[in-house]
């Protein structure tokens, strides 16, 4: 049975979990401690590329770290820069609560600890990432 373009997406998704979890964990960024507590998938996110919601956040139904990729994008490696900047923001929440801003000094610690170099709001992966 051949897959559709959205289900390679998403196991494209999985496949990226699996290999980004290590990496932040070599830098001491626990993200396995919310790994459980993710949701991820393809949406339409109007503007951004990605965006997360925390579990308080108004336009979380699922109570989880809430994570939406634009799914406009098709490019592998444009999915994995955003999901790798929407997990920072999990992490984020997760380690700091709600009262940081969205690309603060936090963002920024967890961002640059694993990789991720540019204007916080619109990161790209440094070369060892």
Not at 12 to 18: A, Q, R, S, T, W
Not at 19 to 40: G, T, V
Request: proline share 3%; aromatic share 12%.
């Amino acid at each position: 049975m051949k897959l559709s373009q959205h289900e390679k997406k998403v196991e494209y998704l999985e496949f990226l979990i699996c290999k980004i979890i290590p990496h932040f964990e070599a830098y001491d960024i626990k993200l396995s401690e919310i790994k459980n507590d993710l949701r991820i998938y393809f949406g339409n996110t109007k503007r951004w590329e990605g965006l997360y919601y925390s579990k308080k956040n108004k336009l979380n139904l699922t109570g989880l770290h809430e994570i939406r990729i634009s799914e406009k994008l098709q490019d592998p490696f444009d999915i994995a820069c955003v999901l790798i900047h929407e997990l920072c923001h999990a992490m984020q929440y997760h380690l700091y609560g709600d009262g940081t801003r969205d690309h603060g000094i936090e963002f920024t610690y967890i961002a640059m600890r694993v990789g991720l170099d540019g204007h916080m709001p619109a990161t790209y992966p440094n070369e060892e990432l």
